[in-house]
């Protein structure tokens, strides 16, 4: 009986030495001096996992951590995604890290007024995304925003979250329409997009929806200059030059020189300041603007006021040259 406790004292002794070994292993900071970057594909087991780390330098002992994430009962709780390990980190903050899913958010920023092409083209050059574009998407119908994502996300993901996000903004927008000129949704995001166009200032929004919601009430055309360069490009590439006068006879129903409302979609994807804009006029009685000269726009609501407006807007760009 003696030999036997002396035994069992002995197993007791070893297990707590090997546990204590363990627990300081499991602990201990590793020796990385820079962070480290691993992405875990989807369906990687704990071997997977735990061979990647040991890779990149963030673990020692994979039998360990797999052994670990088994008794914790994490081993099935390992999630996908792109990590990085800031050094120093010990394999229990290392496992803590991955079952809980704290993964890398990579961000994509769409800007407003861009036409689809253009944001297709972004989403498409993006090298952390994967996949071709399949997603079907017309104009206008991308909200411009900044994205974010996990590498390895598909492009056609964030193509349709794009298009949830617009969807989501125009009913919002719509729910706000009191004014009585603008039919439909469609009507909604066409006007906002050439508010966008004409102007980045967000104070000159509401009165450039006033200017041109006004004329439609009158029965006036349009006349902006960006429905033109839109029905000469089409949206798939820029004009790389001045408008010229003989541009506003073109034939195309985008032309609002030459045809009465709203041209029939949008030109480009609105930001959602342009789209509430649209719904949200100034209530001001103008009809017409020209640049200022100076960053901005002059508003007017006669001619006479406003071909006061042209002349002193050519003068100070005669003495600017």
């Known amino acids: 009986m003696a030999w036997l406790k002396g035994f069992l004292a002995a197993c007791v002794l070893a297990a707590a030495v090997v546990g204590g070994i363990l627990f300081c292993l499991y602990n201990r900071p590793n020796e990385r001096a820079t962070e480290a970057e691993l992405v875990i594909e989807r369906g990687a087991g704990s071997r997977e996992v735990a061979h990647q780390l040991t890779k990149a330098g963030v673990i020692s002992h994979p039998l360990l ?28 903050e290392a496992l803590d890290i991955i079952s809980r899913g704290e993964v890398r958010y990579r961000h994509l920023t769409l800007p407003e007024g861009l036409t689809t092409a253009k944001m297709l083209k972004i989403i498409a050059d993006e090298p952390n995304l994967t996949g071709s574009i399949s997603e079907p998407a017309g104009e206008g119908e991308l909200l411009p925003e900044t994205y974010s994502y996990m590498k390895g996300d598909s492009r056609n993901s964030l193509v349709l979250r794009a298009k949830r996000a617009m969807a989501k903004t125009l009913d919002e927008a719509w729910a706000q329409n009191g004014q009585g000129v603008l039919k439909n949704k469609k009507q909604l995001l066409t006007l906002a997009s050439i508010i966008e166009k004409e102007t980045g200032i967000g104070s000159e929004r509401a009165d450039v929806a006033a200017v041109f919601l006004n004329r439609l009430q009158k029965g006036m055309k349009l006349q902006t200059d960006p429905t033109v360069i839109y029905a000469l490009t089409r949206g798939k590439r820029d004009l790389g030059r001045p408008l010229y006068r003989k541009d506003l006879t073109v034939e195309s129903p985008y032309n609002t020189y030459k045809y009465y409302g709203l041209p029939p979609g949008p030109i480009c994807n609105p930001g959602r300041e342009a789209i509430f804009a ?21 508003f007017a609501k006669t001619l006479s006021e406003h071909n006061d407006n042209v002349a002193q807007y050519r003068k100070l760009k005669k003495k600017k040259q």
């Open 65 to 92: 951590f797999r052994l670990a994430a088994r008794v914790k009962r994490l081993d099935k709780n390992l999630k996908a995604g792109e990590y990085v390990f800031m050094p120093g980190i010990s394999m229990r």
């Open 278 to 298: 649209a719904v949200n006029p100034s209530g001001a009685d103008y009809l017409y603007f020209v640049a200022s000269g100076e960053g901005g726009h002059r």
